[in-house]
């Protein structure tokens, strides 16, 4: 999965955002389970299924987790995180860049090198800076139909790197979310 260079684009049309603390804690929790062992509910192709109870809540939350790092830096990663709300009203996409991304640039997103646009980051933490995105069905499809994806972080207002994500098994694994 080695790294390329990409331009800038538009925002996602997916939307509104959501925030929440709770979801946050979890999406961080899974993000770091996704680096460490645990138990895994479910593979489909290159996604895992991941549950975990954040603090505090009282059931359990399932995503589909993915994680990538660039082959010629070793130290940038992303971890994509697709997860339904506790409520099952919103369909959410995290993900998890490295510490030192432009922020005002947002998050890129190509599907089959077609520019989707840029979601923004909501906050950065120790492990790194989280863009979200609600998805709504025309993203959702676009995901399931595509057979390729490149996130793009930015070091500059002009020039980003991109890591290739595989989709396969994402509808798949969607389908199979609590």
Avoid at 108 to 116: A, E, F, H, S, T
Avoid at 146 to 152: E, L, V
Wanted: net charge neutral.
């Amino acid at each position: 999965m080695g790294a390329s260079k990409h331009h800038s684009g538009r925002s996602w049309s997916a939307g509104n955002w959501l925030g929440g603390l709770l979801a946050l804690a979890f999406t961080l929790s899974l993000a770091q389970a996704a680096h460490a062992q645990g138990a895994v509910r479910s593979v489909h192709g290159d996604w895992q299924i991941r549950c975990d109870t954040p603090p505090g809540a009282q059931n359990e939350q399932c995503a589909l987790i993915q994680s990538v790092v660039a082959e010629d830096r070793s130290n940038a990663g992303l971890t994509v995180i697709v997860l339904k709300t506790a409520d099952q009203k919103s369909r959410l996409m995290r993900v998890v860049a490295p510490l030192g991304v432009l922020l005002p640039s947002g998050l890129g997103l190509k599907l089959d090198n077609q520019d989707v646009g840029r979601a923004g980051f909501v906050r950065c933490l120790p492990n790194g800076c989280v863009a979200e995105v609600v998805m709504d069905d025309k993203l959702l499809g676009q995901l399931r139909t595509a057979k390729t994806a490149t996130f793009i972080i930015f070091e500059t207002p002009e020039e980003g790197i991109g890591f290739p994500l595989s989709l396969n098994g994402l509808g798949e694994g969607y389908d199979k979310l609590p």
